[in-house]
């Protein structure tokens, strides 16, 4: 596979982005505009940071549910939670795929200790005769495990069968999502020919230690680029030791916000890539001595939740 390095460029100042010494809590999420390749970059600890899926079904109003009332990033402040968490600093991404209707997760999804939706096990055929051999053998199409447990620690987890679930009920919040394009630092993706499909992308990518990152690409790729600058380590590429995708095409998007009380200049919110197509669900990133956990308050339950 013939390696796309990409050189880290940031397209503008950041001090007004992170808050810098103005607010220190701005600086739980560093934002980072990069050029080259076209990406949206957010990285945190998820020791100051605290990481929760949020399943959209559950935070709409009766009356969003009986308008079948489509939620995207870009309109997430529609929702009375969503709307709460962004007077603080936070980082809100995409979460995987929907299944029968935009609101219904597809793949498994856990959100504050309760299951929404069980694992999705379909996988993709083997390619005998393909000269990648990651597709010589069949491979789970939603092929990666998001999990959050009580204390705040995250992990990536590659699913390859049942198996992989062990310990599941350990995740506070858990999503599934793929494929995986970054497995123990390196890329899991085929080369791609370059009339196949480029498309805008939200990856999550865990860095080591207690590091995570999310990228949301503002401008079309192909897959392959984007898990080599994914694997190549720093400062050529992000230095992932595993990264999944999270979706893809018009849903893939994040919304970053500061905090109320961040004065200086406009405090947002600041979006990244399309965001415009409803999804099923959302991860949210917050700072941990925020005072506010996103599953603390409750939407006004529809009638079909009573």
């Not at 309760?114 to 199409?141: D, G, I, K, M």
């Not at 080591?208 to 990228?215: C, F």
């Not at 409803?278 to 917050?286: D, I, L, R």
Request: with cysteine; charged share 20%.
């Amino acid at each position: 596979m013939t390696r796309h390095v990409f050189a880290l460029a940031c397209a503008a100042p950041l001090l007004a982005l992170t808050g810098g010494v103005q607010n220190a809590r701005a600086d739980i999420i560093k934002r980072t505009p990069l050029t080259e390749p076209p990406v949206q970059l957010y990285e945190f600890s998820t020791g100051q940071a605290r990481m929760e899926v949020l399943a959209i079904g559950a935070l709409k109003t009766t009356e969003m549910q009986e308008s079948n009332q489509g939620i995207s990033v870009r309109n997430a402040r529609a929702l009375s939670r969503i709307e709460e968490l962004a007077r603080r600093e936070m980082l809100l991404v995409n979460g995987g795929r929907s299944g029968s209707s935009s609101d219904r997760p597809d793949g498994l999804l856990r959100s504050e200790g309760r299951l929404a939706s069980w694992l999705n096990t379909q996988t993709t055929p083997a390619e005998p005769q393909s000269a990648c051999a990651l597709r010589r053998v069949a491979r789970p199409q939603l092929s990666g495990l998001l999990c959050v447990d009580e204390a705040g620690n995250a992990s990536l987890r590659k699913i390859n069968d049942k198996s992989a679930l062990a310990g599941i009920e350990m995740c506070s919040h858990a999503l599934q999502a793929g494929p995986m394009v970054v497995e123990q630092g390196r890329p899991a993706v085929c080369e791609r020919e370059p009339r196949e499909e480029w498309s805008h992308f939200s990856v999550l990518c865990a860095q080591g230690a207690d590091r995570m990152a999310v990228a949301v690409t503002n401008k079309p790729m192909q897959l392959d680029a984007l898990a080599e600058w994914l694997a190549a380590p720093k400062p050529q590429g992000l230095g992932c030791e595993n990264a999944m995708v999270l979706n893809n095409g018009p849903m893939a998007g994040a919304m970053y916000s500061l905090p109320q009380s961040y004065q200086v200049g406009t405090r947002g919110p600041f979006f990244a890539g399309p965001g415009k197509a409803p999804v099923a669900s959302f991860v949210v990133v917050h700072p941990k001595d925020s005072g506010y956990r996103a599953g603390a308050s409750r939407a006004k339950p529809s009638a079909n939740q009573r």
